[in-house]
């Protein structure tokens, strides 16, 4: 199987801005992909962080990053990205990309982390700091 393969993170102050990006093959990101975000900080669980089914369609997002962040999809279909702006030292994370083959109306957080299909990405650290 194709790898995803996560870059971009790294090192800002708060308020400062990044830009991550998933990369796979276009046939990943295009057979009923539903495709996530998703982050987990030392000592804590990892939660989803936003969601978009492939073609840019549905992006939803978690609360915590709602307005801040935005999940866009390259128009090859090879890359998503997850633009961060207005970082603060809680969005701390290592960031995965997750893909799984799912219906459009069930490509939400909660239902892409449960997939079993799901495929994940090695991470890309996030550093805020104040």
């Known amino acids: 199987q194709v790898p995803l393969v996560e870059s971009g993170g790294g090192s800002v102050q708060v308020g400062g801005s990044l830009r991550l990006s998933c990369v796979a093959s276009a046939f990943t990101f295009t057979n009923n992909a539903c495709i996530g975000w998703f982050r987990q900080a030392p000592g804590k669980e990892r939660e989803g962080v936003a969601t978009?089914?492939?073609?840019?369609?549905?992006?939803l997002y978690a609360e915590s990053v709602k307005d801040r962040f935005a999940i866009s999809q390259s128009s090859d279909k090879t890359t998503v990205y997850l633009q961060m702006n207005s970082l603060q030292p809680e969005d701390t994370a290592t960031y995965y990309c997750a893909v799984a083959s799912l219906s459009p109306w069930v490509c939400k957080l909660d239902s892409l982390r449960a997939a079993s299909s799901a495929r994940w990405g090695q991470g890309t650290v996030v550093t805020v700091s104040s």
């Open positions: 978009i089914y492939t073609g840019g369609i549905n992006p």
